[in-house]
């Protein structure tokens, strides 16, 4: 394999698993030490995924916490997209 595929989320999806894995999904990055691979997945670059800033969130409910960011990140663009 030659680089990540571009193809869409699914192909990106499995690429950034690729890459944190360290395996040939990753592409060329997946054969990087870790904390190269980890600065690939935190560039935002892509079109198709685009990480946030990196930081150490501090929560006493995780779970919680992932609904709120799912319904507020995820949820909005879905309905969003239904709009258009």
Known sequence: MHGPPVFGPQSAGAT???VCAGDE???TAAEQPIGTRFGFLMAPRSTVLQPGPVH???TTDPAEQLDRL????????SHQSDRD
Do not use: T
């Not at 799912?70 to 663009?77: E, G, K, N, T």
């Open 25 to 27: 999904r990753g592409g």
């Open 70 to 77: 799912l319904d507020r990140l995820v949820s909005s663009h």
């Open 16 to 18: 950034v698993a690729g």
């Open 56 to 58: 150490g969130g501090i």
